[in-house]
């Protein structure tokens, strides 16, 4: 396959850019031209931020699937699509063609259609990163089934809520899942899930950790043996469901500074395009290359770049199972070596934590197959991008820092390797289709260089969120009522003398920890739910390795005999509420929390104790209790 509209030159860049702001439709609808579609669009672009209503190539008809797999049958058919590289070295690592991942896609949408999931149906998947994720999810989509995928590290409350969010009655799941030493047991927390779920009708589990496991009558039913079915009937094929552009493709949950975490809608056409687009681009994937993005298909990286990007390209793209820290801290050079990785993309908490171990790692663990560098999901510091550079990339290799969010469908500011010059730390300029503004508090456009502000959208993109599952006001409150007419990110950005950008951070209260987002609303909800719990705050500081860690300021009730079992205690009900991913690091107990007279936290003066700062807490004179400031400093961890 070959890429017509990958950009070659700097100068090509900013030609291509140019028109993207000033001909948008004649430029997407150029690109689309290289896609394949049942049907054609009458019109590249409706849109208006105020509702907001978004709708790219309407009246058109596709199957994603068809991008991703029956298009390059003939011409590349036998190429490897994906290679799965398993948690434990030892066991044997497999590849399967385009051939055999369409054969079996096809296989197992037979599987959801003989279960009676069609068009339109939520399922949910709770997988580890196996062959069969990916199977999963291209097969809902064949079928044009809703996909919502939750990472494995998320709880059975958490399932839950997302299953009555999404009222998706099936489900896809493992008995086990292996991550380094541990196995988690999948259908386990499914089953805990389930309990006040009683309109899930089938839970599809397939068999990879021999974990043991109960399954209820009729309602679970194992892959392996569904799939034997399927052979029985014979007829291999499945046809693949005509979906208009702006059906919904899959929900992705998300966390917010408020409430629960929401359903990020993504649709057909727009996110294939962009997907594809920005993969080719940033990325200048070149036929036969060998990619690894080391993310979980639980997060929107994982479904933009490991499958829909890559596979709609026709590349190679590397699915692993571990952690980079099993068997050892060179895992992922050894999986460099052996599969002769060309282009690697990993978060910057995976970069500082094997910085940690030093170089030795990565002796005798050949990295030359390498050519392109990229980092994801949070800021790189300038030490960690340096380290990368030069001990992986050995001062050879681009290193595309892409910033993008799950609303965002795929990568908006990026370097384009090799192509569009680098900054240690700045995700530099936008893609074309991009149009970013930065803008002031009360939403005035700040314009020029060197400056900084809230990072804002304009114009939209073809992969950007249309809506949040089940409430569209909130996606218009969340995202479009901040700044009149414009996509409000939430993070902030500074653009220097030649017009880069670089994103600072969250200016809402969302945390970004290990590159995860995590709303500090979700997590004192959480630990307020422990019955010693009277109330708590909870804030973010910086952490060496995750960039940000948490910091809870929890008042409890009655004594505090054993404070250190107190904090093991909530710890588990964060666990049992959230998941492991959204543990505080530090739980100090405080008597009371700096308040205004109207009740409200100033979490501005807890973010500052939190990081370590006594003197500059700036006003305080407002607090209902300024005394409390001092008792919250002398205990600080
Ligand atoms: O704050 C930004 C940060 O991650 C947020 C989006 O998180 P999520 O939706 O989970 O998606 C992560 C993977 C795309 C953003 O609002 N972020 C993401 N990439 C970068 C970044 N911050 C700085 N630099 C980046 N390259």
Same mark, same amino acid.
């Given at each position: 396959m070959s890429y017509p509209y990958q950009i070659? *030159?700097?100068?090509?860049?900013?030609?291509?850019?140019?028109?993207?702001?000033?001909q948008p439709e004649a430029f997407w609808a150029e690109i689309a031209e290289y896609f394949l579609w049942k049907k054609k669009w009458d019109k590249?672009?409706?849109?208006?931020?105020?509702?907001?209503?978004?709708?790219?190539? +309407?009246?058109?008809?596709?199957?994603?699937?068809?991008?991703? &797999?029956?298009?390059?049958?003939?011409e590349n058919g036998n190429t490897t699509a994906i290679i799965f590289e398993p948690n434990n070295p030892s066991e044997k690592s497999i590849s399967l063609s385009y051939k055999e991942l369409h054969f079996r896609v096809m296989q197992f949408a037979n599987v959801l259609k003989n279960n009676c999931v069609k068009k339109g149906?939520?399922?949910?998947?709770?997988?580890?990163?196996?062959?069969?994720?990916?199977?999963?999810?291209?097969?809902?989509? +064949?079928?044009?089934?809703?996909?919502?995928?939750?990472?494995?590290?998320? *709880?059975?409350q958490s399932i839950s809520d997302r299953l009555h969010d999404a009222k998706a009655e099936f489900i896809i799941t493992c008995d086990g899942a292996f991550r380094g030493e541990k196995i988690i047991p999948l259908k386990n927390v499914i089953d805990d899930a389930l309990v006040n779920c009683d309109f899930v009708k089938k839970v599809i589990?397939?068999?990879?950790?021999?974990?043991?496991?109960?399954?209820?009558?009729?309602?679970?039913?194992?892959?392996?043996?569904?799939? $034997?079915?399927?052979?029985?009937?014979?007829?291999?094929?499945?046809?693949?469901?005509?979906?208009?552009?702006?059906?919904?493709?899959?929900?992705?949950?998300?966390?917010?500074?408020?409430?629960?975490?929401?359903?990020?809608?993504?649709?057909?056409?727009?996110?294939?395009?962009?997907?594809? @687009?920005?993969?080719?681009?940033?990325?200048?994937?070149?036929?036969?290359?060998?990619y690894f993005c080391t993310a979980d298909v639980g997060w929107i990286t994982g479904h933009s770049y490991i499958l829909y990007g890559p596979l709609s390209a026709g590349a190679t793209t590397l699915m692993f199972e571990g952690i980079p820290t099993f068997p050892d801290a060179g895992r992922f050079w050894d999986i460099v070596d052996k599969h002769q990785v060309n282009i690697l993309y990993t978060a910057p908490t995976a970069i500082r934590s094997l910085m940690s171990f030093g170089l030795a790692p990565l002796r005798n663990k050949n990295l030359s197959s390498l050519k392109v560098l990229g980092t994801v999901g949070e800021p790189i510091n300038e030490e960690a991008w340096h380290? @990368?550079?030069?001990?992986?990339?050995?001062?050879?290799?681009?290193?595309?820092?892409?910033?993008?969010?799950?609303?965002?469908g795929g990568i908006m500011i990026s370097n384009l390797a090799g192509i569009t010059p680098a $900054?240690? *730390? @700045?995700?530099?300029?936008?893609?074309p289709?991009?149009?970013?503004?930065?803008?002031?508090?009360?939403g005035n456009e700040i314009v020029g260089n060197n400056v900084s502000g809230n990072l804002c959208m304009k114009f939209p993109w073809p992969g950007m969120l249309r809506t949040t599952y089940g409430d569209h006001e909130r996606c218009r409150q969340t995202y479009f009522s901040t700044y009149e007419n414009l996509y409000f990110t939430g993070d902030g950005c500074l653009r220097d003398a030649d017009g880069n950008y670089r994103i600072t951070g969250r200016v809402d209260d969302v945390l970004n920890v290990s590159g995860h987002r995590i709303g500090t609303a979700e997590v004192e909800n959480a630990i307020n739910m422990h019955n010693g719990v009277v109330e708590s705050a909870v804030v973010g500081y910086p952490h060496d390795i995750k960039g940000q860690g948490i910091y809870a300021y929890v008042i409890f009730s009655g004594?505090?005999?054993?404070?250190?079992?107190?904090? $093991?205690?909530? &710890?588990?009900?964060?666990?049992?509420?959230?998941?492991?991913?959204?543990?505080?690091?530090?739980?100090?107990?405080?008597?009371?929390?700096?308040?205004?007279?109207?009740?409200?936290?100033? +979490?501005?003066? &807890? +973010?500052?104790?939190?990081?370590?700062?006594?003197?500059?807490?700036?006003?305080?004179?407002t607090l209902l209790d300024p005394n409390v400031v001092g008792d919250i400093k002398n205990g600080k961890i």
């Open positions: 070659k *030159s700097l100068e090509q860049y900013h030609e291509v850019y140019k028109k993207s702001v000033t590249v672009l409706d849109w208006n931020f105020k509702e907001p209503k978004i709708q790219w190539f +309407r009246g058109a008809t596709l199957n994603i699937t068809e991008n991703c &797999l029956d298009r390059h049958l003939q149906d939520r399922v949910l998947i709770y997988m580890g990163m196996i062959p069969e994720l990916a199977i999963a999810v291209l097969a809902c989509a +064949r079928l044009g089934a809703v996909h919502s995928v939750v990472f494995g590290g998320f *709880s059975a589990v397939v068999e990879r950790t021999q974990t043991p496991v109960s399954m209820l009558k009729q309602r679970d039913l194992w892959w392996h043996e569904e799939i $034997k079915k399927v052979e029985l009937q014979g007829n291999p094929f499945c046809e693949a469901e005509e979906m208009n552009a702006e059906d919904i493709l899959f929900i992705l949950y998300t966390s917010g500074s408020t409430g629960k975490p929401k359903g990020v809608v993504h649709t057909c056409a727009g996110y294939m395009v962009w997907a594809n @687009y920005t993969f080719v681009n940033v990325f200048q994937y070149q036929k036969n290359q060998v380290w @990368y550079d030069k001990n992986i990339g050995k001062e050879k290799c681009p290193i595309v820092d892409t910033w993008w969010q799950t609303e965002t $900054k240690p *730390s @700045y995700a530099t300029l936008p893609l289709g991009v149009q970013p503004i930065l803008v002031d508090e009360t004594g505090l005999n054993d404070a250190d079992l107190m904090r $093991k205690d909530i &710890l588990q009900t964060v666990t049992r509420i959230i998941g492991a991913i959204a543990k505080p690091d530090k739980i100090q107990f405080v008597s009371g929390l700096p308040k205004t007279r109207s009740g409200k936290i100033m +979490r501005r003066i &807890l +973010r500052k104790i939190a990081e370590g700062e006594t003197e500059n807490l700036g006003d305080t004179t």
